[in-house]
């Protein structure tokens, strides 16, 4: 990576985010908070932001990726001053193992987060339809329920009156009477 390109990667993860008073560095930093479509969001926007510093085209095959992860958690758990005062050549390939391992993982939890949203609205989706087949049953269905009745002596004339229905609609189907 050319010096110049290097020094405007480092300026802008030490930049602070608008609106914050966190740098871009901290922010990519923090984890993922709940599930919802506001985490999403953010996840989104993370992986945007590396994407447009080019973390998805840099080349690292040379560094092993076990070795991209050792740089990457040693920015993780260093302080962004500290991170600072090493040595810029140090600096730079910590950093940037740092932002191409968190593309990385930052597109496997948004594949997760998209597919647990997913499974959320169709669950909400499936209760609603259930409450409306629920309200749409009629009430003289309810009640001609065999279940519905209080002595033994109406539920054997309703399970008959039921049974005759059954037989004649059955029959009708056939095209003959049973």
């Given at each position: 990576m050319p010096p110049a390109k290097a020094q405007r990667l480092i300026e802008s993860a030490y930049s602070t985010r608008q609106g914050t008073d966190a740098t871009h560095l901290d922010w990519l930093k923090?984890?993922?908070?709940?599930?919802g479509p506001g985490t999403l969001a953010e996840?989104?926007?993370?992986?945007?932001?590396l994407k447009s510093l080019g973390a998805h085209e840099w080349d690292l095959a040379d560094i092993a990726l076990a070795k991209q992860q050792a740089?990457?958690?040693?920015?993780?758990?260093?302080?962004?001053?500290?991170?600072?005062?090493i040595k810029a050549t140090r600096q730079t390939i910590e950093l940037v193992c740092f932002l191409r391992a968190t593309l990385?993982?930052?597109?496997?939890?948004?594949l997760q987060q998209s597919s647990?949203?997913?499974?959320?609205?169709?669950?909400?989706?499936?209760?609603?339809?259930?409450a409306r087949?629920?309200?749409?049953?009629?009430?003289?269905e309810i009640?001609?329920?065999?279940?519905?009745?209080?002595?033994?002596?109406?539920?054997?004339?309703?399970?008959?009156?039921r049974r005759g229905?059954?037989?004649?609609?059955?029959g009708a189907i056939n095209g003959s009477p049973l």
């Open positions: 923090a984890p993922p908070k709940r599930h996840t989104f926007d993370k992986v945007r932001y740089y990457a958690r040693q920015v993780q758990a260093r302080r962004p001053v500290k991170t600072r005062e990385l993982e930052l597109t496997d939890i948004a647990r949203r997913s499974q959320q609205l169709f669950r909400e989706a499936a209760d609603r339809a259930q087949r629920t309200r749409s049953v009629t009430a003289p009640v001609e329920h065999p279940l519905e009745f209080e002595t033994p002596g109406k539920i054997g004339l309703a399970f008959e009156k229905q059954w037989l004649e609609s059955i």
